[in-house]
């Protein structure tokens, strides 16, 4: 029996299958991530109720060989006993990058509160926070392959850099 899904997995599903995986002009015609739909299968979201530090713990564990990504999800990012505004989410996904940065594992962050277009596009979720949890060979792999493309060419230099 397959696990129920919540809510808010159910809308980062949406999030993933739609705006992430659609066409985009600003990315040369390319969705957002064209390679979701090639992973989608391997891809665990999981909505959070416990503090960060013990979730991105977790997460890090579900990274099993044969899983691309883990999309850690949290709702309430304004609730004031949570106390964490992006720079405090931002400092968290650092420290937890350094600390994993021979795994194969990259970590990446998306807070509402902190929206940054990309190639003058609104790429992020909106709904709450989401720390992705990815691997890194993958990544660079399908970078290498879309320099190829038009899908970096309305990126600014500092977004390029940021790669």
């Excluded at 060989?65 to 931002?90: C, H, M, N, Q, Y």
């Excluded at 940065?101 to 990259?106: A, C, K, L």
């Excluded at 992705?132 to 990544?139: A, E, F, G, K, Y």
Aim: hydrophobic share 35%.
């Amino acid at each position: 029996m397959l696990p129920r899904t919540s809510r808010l997995e159910n809308s980062v599903w949406q999030y993933i299958d739609t705006r992430l995986s659609q066409p985009h002009p600003q990315f040369g015609g390319l969705p957002i991530c064209p390679y979701v739909k090639r992973y989608r299968d391997t891809i665990i979201v999981r909505e959070c109720d416990a503090p960060a530090r013990r979730e991105i713990k977790r997460g890090l564990a579900m990274m099993k060989p044969r899983i691309s990504a883990v999309v850690l999800a949290w709702r309430e990012w304004r609730d004031p006993k949570i106390r964490r505004g992006a720079a405090t989410f931002e400092r968290m996904c650092d420290a937890w990058q350094a600390r994993v940065f021979d795994s194969d594992i990259t970590i990446l962050l998306d807070h509402p509160d902190n929206p940054h277009p990309v190639a003058n596009a609104w790429t992020g979720f909106g709904e709450g926070v989401l720390v992705i949890l990815q691997r890194t060979s993958l990544l660079e792999r399908h970078r290498a392959q879309l320099k190829k493309t038009d899908y970096y060419r309305n990126f600014s230099e500092q977004e390029l850099r940021d790669l």
